[in-house]
C-alpha cells in the first residue's frame, strides 16, 4: 500500500541528486506502425516466458513418473505375475493419485491463468506520435518508452528525456541510494521509478535485458520455504532409505518361511509390507491442499504467486502494514486550507498550488491537489526550477519568478526556530492528533547551486488539510489478527499523531492515542535496540523505505515470521525481505512483481481470508500427514517382526489396501479440506514422529500378537485366516486414530468416522465381499477376538497420545 507519507507518494529512500532545475520532455513521434510489425516479426520483442505454472506435459510428467509411482509399479507386475489379481488392487492408487493430481493442477493453472490476466503489468510507449498504453510484453526493441514515479524499467536503453527522474537500483546492484538520470545515462530492467519523469529508447528487450541475464531476480520474489514441504520431503527421504533397506531383507525371508507355501506367497508378502511403508498420497494431498486454496483464494481475487506462499501465511505471527489503503481509503481529497500570511508576496495561494500541481509527480496528493486547483491559467507563470516529490525528502518545490515555493511535511520543512516556524508546525500537530494529514505550503529565496535541498529561511505561509477516510471494516479486520495472536505493527511516511490518531480508532493493541505512535526518525540503528523498540510499540510515522526493510530484518531476528503489505514502491524492497510479501493489485508494478501475493482489488479486509486459509491448510495437511505416518511406522514393524521370526507377513497386499482406504486415503481427503483454524507451530516433522511413532508400535504390536494367538491357540490354522484377526485388529485400532485426529469431533467428522465404519463392516462381515474381495475367513470367534484385541490396542492408543499431549 502507498507509503503514507504527506504526498502518499510511491517513493523510495535515498537521497536525491537531481538537479533542481527541470529538462523539458521533447515531444518525439517514437516507432511507426510498420516500424512495430517488422520487430514482432523479427521477434524483436519483450515477451519473456517466465511461466508461474507448469506445461501440461510438465504436469503429467511430474504427477506419473515419481519414484513411488515407479516403485507401486513394479510392485503391481510382481503381484499380477503371480496371478492373485485380487492383491493388485493398489495398483489402482496409481491411477487415481495420477489422475487427481493432474485433473487438478490443470484447472488450478487454468484458474491462475485467468485471474494473471488482471495483474498483467503495463508500459506507456509513444508510437506514431501518440503515447499509448500496452502489455509489457508487447515492447519492441527501439520503443521509446515513457516513465514516472512507480514505474519498474522494462527494458535496458538510455535515457531520451528527463525531468526530476530518480532510479533505485538496489534490487540490482544492492545500493539503495537512488541514482539521478538525465539524458544519455542507461537505465536497466528491474530498477524502480522513485521520483520525476522521462523517456528511454528499449535497446535490449526480452531476454536480452540485464535483468533476464541475471534471471530475472528483480522481478522474481526468491523461492518460499515452507516447513511442510521441507518436512515432508525429509520423512520420503528417510522411508526410502528404509524401504532400500527392509526391502530385500524382508524377500529373503518371506522365502525361507515354512508358513508361505511357494513363491506367490513369499512375493505377495513382500509386496504387502512394501506398500505399507510407502506414502503412496501424501504427496498429492500435500499438493491437492494447496492448490484448491490457491483456487479458493483465486475466487476472492487474491493471486498466488508462489505455491509455498499458501502455508507461509499460517506461519505469519507480526504484519506490518500502511495506513493509506490500508486502514483508510487510499483516495485522498483536498479538505481546506489554514492561512497564515495575508499577502503571501502577492500570489495567491492557490495559484501556486495548481503550478505546483501541474507538475510530473502521480501521487495521492498530487491528484488531490490537481482536482481541487485544476492547471494553471494561461496568464499564470511557468515554472522556471523544479524539484519533484520523493519520499526521501517528503517535500517538493517550485520556483516561479524571484520565489522557491515548498509544499511538505511541516516539521521536515520548517527547520527554524522563528516564531512563525514554530507556531505553523506546533498548529499542524494540532491537526495530525486528530487524524488529519497536514501539509505546509512555504516561500523562500530560491538557492544559488539549483541543489535539490531547501531554501534558506523558509516562510510558512498556509497549512494544507487533507482528508481521508477510515475504512468501516479496518477495526473487524485489526480485531481478527489480534484474536489470531498475529501482533500488528502499523508503519507510515506521516505524521506519528496522525498515524497514532488513526491507528487507535480502528483499535490497533498498544495505541490508544496520538501520542503512542513513535517518530521513525528517532529509532535506533542497532537491529536488537530497534526490535526491542517494536516490542513495545505498534505504530510508527515517518518511516523511510530503509527502515521499513530495517524493521522486517529486526522482527526475523527475534524469530518472527513477517508479513508485509505494500503498494508503493518504497515498499518493494521490504515486501521482498519479507517471509511473505502481499501486494495491492493498484499498487506500483515494482510493488506487485516482488510479491508472493496480489490483492487484485486491493481490499485489505481479504488478508484475514487468506491467512485463515493458510492455516486451514497447513494444519489439516500436518494431520493428514499424522495418519500416512502411523501406516508406514506399522507396516515398519511389522516387517522387521515377521523377518527376525521367519513368519508370513500379518496381511495381503489386498487387506492393506482396504484399511489404507478407510482409514487414511479416504478420510485423509475430507479431514485435509475440511475448516481449520489451528495456529501454525513450528516443529512439523517432531511433532508428526511423536505422534506417529508409539501409535504405529502398538498398532502393530497388537495386530502381530492376534495374528501370532490365532497360530498357537489353533496350530491347523491357515495364514488366510491369521490375517483376518490381523486385519480386523489394525482396521478398528486405525479407525480409533483417525477419530483422535478428527478431535473435536463436528457432525460432519462423526458422519465421515461412522461411513468408514459401516463401510469396515461391511467389508468384514458381509462373506462375498470379506472372502471373495478382501480375502477375509471371518468367523464369530475370529471376529471376537479380534475386537477383543483391537480393545486392548484402542485403550494403548489413547494413553500414549493423551502421554504424548501431556509432554
Known sequence: MQDADPHGTTGTTGTSGTAAGSVALAPTRGLTAAQVAERVAAGRTNALQVRTSRTFGQIVRANVFTFFNGLLGVLFVAVVATGRWPNALFGLVILTNSGIGIVQEVRARRTLDRLALLNVTQARVVRDGDSTQIDVASVVQDDLV??????????????????????????????????????????????????????????????????????????????????????????????????????????WTQFRTADNEDWRDAVTGTVAAVVGMIPEGLVLLTSLAFMLAIVTLARRKTLVQELPAVEGLARVDVVCLDKTGTLTHGDIVFDRLEPLLDDPAGRRVEEVLAVLAAGSDSNATAEALRAAFGTPAPTAPRASARVPFSSARKWQSVTVDATTWVLGAPELVLLDADAPSVAARSRADELAAGGERVLVLARGVPRDDHAPALPARLLPVALLVLAENIRADAAATMRYFTDQGVALKVLSGDNPRTVGAVAAAVGVPGVSGPDDAVDARTLPDDPDELAAVLDRSSAFGRVSAHQKRAFVAALQRRGHVVAMTGDGVNDALALKDADIGVAMGNGSPATRAVAQLVLLDGRFDHLPEVVAEGRRV????????????????????????????????????????????????????????????????????????????????????????????????????????????????????????????????????????????????????????????FLLETTPYRLLGALAMAAIGIVLVELVHRLGVKR
Open 146 to 251: 515513457l516513465l514516472r514515479t512507480g514505474d519498474q524499467v522494462l527494458a535496458d536503453g538510455p535515457v531520451t528525456a528527463a525531468d526530476g527522474l530518480e532510479v533505485d537500483e538496489s534490487l540490482l546492484t544492492g545500493e539503495s541510494d537512488p541514482v539521478s538520470k538525465t539524458p544519455g545515462d542507461q537505465v536497466r530492467s528491474g530498477s524502480i521509478v522513485v521520483a520525476g519523469t522521462g523517456e528511454f529508447e528499449a535497446r535490449a528487450v526480452g531476454a536480452e535485458t540485464y535483468a533476464a541475464r541475471l534471471a530475472a531476480e528483480a522481478r522474481r520474489f526468491r523461492v518460499t520455504r515452507s516447513e511442510l514441504v521441507a518436512g515432508t520431503t525429509r520423512l520420503l527421504r528417510w522411508i526410502s532409505v528404509v524401504l532400500l533397506i527392509v526391502a530385500p531383507v524382508l524377500l
Open 618 to 773: 497447513i494444519a489439516n495437511i500436518e494431520r493428514a500427514a499424522y495418519l500416512f505416518l502411523v501406516k508406514n511406522v506399522y507396516s515398519l514393524v511389522l516387517s522387521v517382526i515377521t523377518a527376525t521370526t521367519l513368519v508370513a507377513y500379518p496381511l495381503a497386499p489386498i487387506q492393506l489396501t482396504l484399511i489404507s482406504a478407510l482409514t487414511i486415503g479416504i478420510p485423509g481427503f475430507f479431514l485435509a479440506l475440511g475448516p481449520n483454524s489451528r495456529r501454525y507451530l513450528p516443529g512439523f516433522v517432531g511433532r508428526a514422529l511423536r505422534f506417529a511413532v508409539p501409535i504405529g508400535v502398538v498398532t502393530a504390536g497388537c495386530a502381530f500378537a492376534g495374528y501370532r494367538i490365532v497360530r498357537v491357540v489353533d496350530p491347523g490354522a491357515s495364514v488366510a485366516e491369521a490375517r483376518t484377526v490381523t486385519t480386523i485388529v489394525v482396521l478398528v485400532v486405525s479407525l480409533w486414530t483417525l477419530s483422535i485426529l478428527a478431535r473435536p469431533l463436528r457432525a460432519w467428522k462423526l458422519a465421515l468416522l461412522t461411513a468408514m465404519v459401516v463401510l469396515g463392516a461391511t467389508a468384514v462381515l458381509i462373506p462375498p465381499i470379506a472372502h471373495r474381495i
